[in-house]
């Protein structure tokens, strides 16, 4: 197991999936594959984004092999890897104005990142 394992989430269909969304609020989802050169260069700074904002139950970072889930990759339309989404209760919202961040930009990353971080923790000061 890795340190990343602790972190991210690897559903490996669109039900898996899914079943993240039912049991947290925010989800950012990195649609990758293992042959893409710029999802490894970008896989580091994702994975210390989730370490650093990731919250049981109110903000989650996934990671879906686009060729072993192929069926949630279908489902939004993912062509180009890395493509990262945003998700509020299961649906997809759009973070700092964007629907998707399409390949490595880390500074959107972090961005949108940051900003679900904030949401996550305005989110559980108001129910404490």
Not at 18 to 36: G, R
Not at 62 to 74: F, G, L, M, T
Request: one cysteine or more; charged letters at 20%; proline letters at 5%.
């Amino acid at each position: 197991m890795t340190a990343s394992d602790d972190v991210l989430h690897h559903p490996g269909s669109l039900a898996e999936l899914e079943a993240l969304f039912a049991s947290t609020t925010y989800v950012a989802v990195d649609f990758t594959a293992a042959w893409c050169g710029p999802c490894k260069a970008i896989a580091p700074h994702y994975e210390a984004l989730a370490r650093r904002h990731a919250a049981p139950g109110t903000l989650a970072f996934a990671k879906i092999d686009v060729d072993a889930a192929q069926d949630a990759a279908r489902r939004y339309g993912v062509a180009a890897m890395p493509t990262f989404l945003f998700f509020k209760d299961g649906r997809q919202v759009a973070v700092n104005g964007q629907p998707a961040i399409r390949g490595a930009d880390p500074g959107a990353l972090a961005a949108a990142a940051d900003k679900l971080g904030s949401l996550a923790q305005k989110r559980l000061a108001e129910a404490s």
